[in-house]
């Protein structure tokens, strides 16, 4: 204790003697100050810090001492320490962050320093601040240093930014730690938010959050319905992660939890996530059992429970079992002997002279071994009262006149059956006159042979080229029209009735249609009952291209069938008959296909599904303002099937919207099969619920709907106001198979940019022996700008156009509004040179404001020649590699066994807490964005099994898959899938 009194002293004494000696030092130093010779010697030491002061030969010199160490030296010098000792840095600059336009502050404090600065990156900072301060307790003189550092200093530098507190004094420089300089930031997106869950109460439910990646490191907690929740609570644990354990769910812990990252830089907020506890609901016990239902013979006892012990809630199930329970009793009735009934009336005397009656032994008839009536049941006697007829004798001369009036009678009956022959006769001769009258009446159209009918058919009803020989001028016209196609027998409509020439676009006459249609016909008979006339307008004849062509078949082809048992496979209709195994039913070169898992269909039982593709706009589910139809309306069925489905179906098919450029709202609208569909809007994407009665995953070229029924579906879409979305259409041009004369109309078609919305408009052109004449391009529309433009560019030698008629402009509601399959423009041009029978055109289609522009190159042969101007067009392969053009899938319908699959569920399902199971499976094929949905089905790992396979028909799938389970840590399901298809 002496000893530390001693050395406390000793240490107050030397801190003091430089304040004592500070007076008599102050005259010196003013002269040193305003004589500018002269200066100090810590200025000198200052101008070159890292040489050590000179010191006078003369004079002692002094002995460098360290100041720094926790023990104080033996002999302590004279004078102030910043001339003897090194400097001590009391407070080193620590790290920091720049937070948007504030600038970080460092500062350092050091004591025994003649100057302190601050060098960042080599780089000596001249705008920092230095103050100088003492210690009022020790009376120890500091010097304080600050500076900030700005967010265009960090990001200059390429690499860490860092600085450290320079300090100087008599013995030299010393140099603090680094402190590193970093510009704050957190991303917006979670790496892994929070996904909507439900659980049995009493169970433990963990809700995962990976925080967005940020500096500084964010701090996580949660919110319970908007408020945090406090960790101090038993019933919740937040683990290191940032994990939420809820202990022991409870029914009010029903809520939306919502995981929040923070830090210096901004506060993120992830989807709020849904959790439902549920109730599982218990059997209370039995109750007794009830007397007998009879009294009397064979009858059952009953005795039920309730399913209250406890009541389930919030969506859970009834109990499973039977609230009722029967078992058969038995009571000996006594017999009772029968009896008879009364006796009926006597019949009428017989030819023998006897009547009879009879009576039933019902009253009572023998019960429970009783015995039957005694006695006979029937009673004869001779019949009395003069009602007996007897046999007499009749003079010869009686029955001579009884014999001649035989003949009498037989010639009435001869004399009636002569006139009913008569008049037979004279009604056949009547309805033959009438039908040799109605045949009279016929327009002499109907008598065309097959071959003068297509001659004519080509010349005046097509249009395509007119005969130039007529002696009429031809106007050379591009236009361009919106048509509904009639019914291929318009001459006989009521309202084109009556009607001249001028207002009907062509006449076709009444032949004989093929016994099998080329295109599309779900329903029988192929031809509508009742005709429409066009709705072109009054169209002169003359303008080529601007009457409805659509033929007859086509408008009757695809209504909304009334009895499915009628439907026949056609182009446009799929048949299957569907086992427990499973199927894909795809239509040829439409990329449209329908899913039916395996197990969708019980054991032993067999199922007849159809996949068909409406096209009657009447049937088209009704579009709101500003709303398009981006996909074909497909139908699915039969609608009664749907009982059957244990699993849920999967719908494939492609869309028009361009996911890449601005902002879409699509909905899906669904109908069930009838005589008129109802369509109803059934979900909207980022809008699903729990009650959600179909899952949507979009792509982008293909559209896949899982649901549990069978029905009609259509994808809709709506724009957001900015950006404006994008919808894609194809332009296809086609013309006359064999033109004749010297005209030649060019259609092209805008519709979707779908490969089965061409092959609808050639199966249609077909109809009238028009061809594609060469490969589709695709254009994007966008929402609200002007209407789309199509200019002929170039034309080849031998080929002209009148002036003013190679612009034409499709009206932007048209095309987004209407739903119209055939929409077209046309444009006729004139041969000048017969000897050239190639066609070359270059048509630019663009819209004002839009960048997004194409050119449509036509190059091709008009020869009449058998295949000189015949190019057959693939169409588009489909998303998933597989070629479209085949009735079914590629290779096998499935590609993973069933035993497979369900041992990957098993493996799967459960959950981990890593949380490598189906959640990550999920996130790693890309179907998370409502995985609620799959939460909810009995095994989750099939559901999305189920939906790669309809997502995913290329050949190396597999392998992809089982890439993904070794990505995600799952070497056990890896090693499976390995080893079951064989893989490397």
Known sequence: MFKMFCVANFVIIFLLLPHQKAATQTSTQKSMLTDPSVAPPYLAEQSNPTRKPKRDKNTNPRKDVDLSSQFLPDNLPEGDPVHYAYPIFLEEPADNFVVKSKPAELQCKVAHALSVHFQCNDEVQNHAVTENHVDPETGIRYTEARVQITRDQVEEFFGDYHCACVAVSGQGALKSRLAYVTIAFLKKEFEVPPYSDQSLEGKQVELRCHPPKGKPEPNIYWLKNERKIDESDQSFIVTQEGHLIIVSARLEDSANYTCVAENIAATRKSTPAEINIYVSGGWSSWSSWSTCSVSCGKGFKRRSRVCDNPLPLNGERPCPGQSTQKKNCEFNCPGENGDWSTWSSWSTCSPECRQMRRRKCDNPPPTNGGHYCFGVDYDTNDCSGGLCRRTVWVEPSIAEESTDSAPVASSEIALYIGLSLAVVVFLVVILVALSLLRRRRLPSGYTLTQSAYEAQHRKKVLGYSPDITSGGNTELTSVCYEYSYPDSNSNTSKASYGKSVSEHHYEQPMVILPSRSPVDSIVKPLISDTSSSSTGGNISPRSAGTFDRSPGILQSSTPIPRNTSMLTETLFTKWASVTSSGARITLPESNISLTVPEGAIGPGQTQDVFISVIHDTKSFPDLQPGQTLLSPVIICGPHQASK?????????????????????????????????????????????????????????????????????????????????????????????????????????????????????????????????????????????????????????????????????????????????????????????????????????????????????????????????????????????????????????????????????????????????????????????????????????????????????????????????????????????????????
Not at 745 to 772: M, N, P, S
Not at 850 to 867: P, V
Not at 873 to 882: A, D, N, T, V
């Open 644 to 984: 059957k489905l244990k699993k849920p179906v999967i719908l494939s098919f492609p869309h028009s919207a361009s996911l890449r450029q601005g902002n879409w709202t699509i909905s899906v609208a669904q109908a069930t099969d009838g005589d008129n569909l109802s369509w109803r809007n059934v979900v909207t994407l980022g809008q699903e619920t729990i009650n959600s009665p179909v899952y949507t995953q979009l792509d982008l070229n293909t559209c896949h709907i899982v649901a549990d029924s069978l029905s009609s579906f259509a994808l809709l879409g709506h724009s957001t106001p900015n950006p404006p979305a994008f919808k894609s259409l194809r332009i296809a041009a086609f013309a006359q198979e064999f033109p004749q004369g010297s005209d030649l109309t060019v259609r092209l078609y805008c519709v979707q940019d779908t490969d089965h919305a061409v092959k609808f408009v050639t199966e249609t052109e077909k109809q009238f022996g028009g061809r594609l004449l060469d490969k589709p391009v695709s254009t994007l529309l966008q929402y609200g700008g002007q209407n789309l433009r199509l200019k002929l560019e170039r034309l080849g030698e031998g080929w002209t156009v009148q002036a003013g008629a190679e612009h034409q402009e499709v009206p932007i509601s048209h095309l987004w509004s209407n739903n119209n399959p055939s929409l077209h423009c046309s444009f006729t041009l004139r041969h000048a040179v017969p000897h050239i029978r190639s066609l070359n055109m270059q048509v630019q289609i663009c819209q004002e404001g839009n960048t997004n522009k194409c050119l449509l190159k036509i190059n091709t042969n008009i020869s009449a020649s058998t295949g000189s101007g015949h190019r057959e067009y693939k169409l588009r392969p489909s998303s998933s590699g597989c070629s479209s053009n085949d009735s079914y899938s590629c290779g096998t319908v499935f590609r993973l066994p069933t035993q497979t699959k369900e041992t990957l569920s098993r493996m799967l399902d459960a959950p981990v807490s890593i949380g490598n199971d189906w959640r990550m499976l999920a996130e790693r094929l890309n179907v998370h964005r409502y995985a609620a949905f799959f939460a909810t089905r009995p095994s989750p790992t099939e559901a999305i099994l189920n939906l790669w396979e309809a997502r995913n028909r290329e050949s190396n799938a597999t392998q992809g898959l089982l890439n993904i389970l070794r990505g995600m840590g799952r070497f056990d399901a890896a090693h499976l899938l390995e080893h079951d298809l064989q893989l490397t």
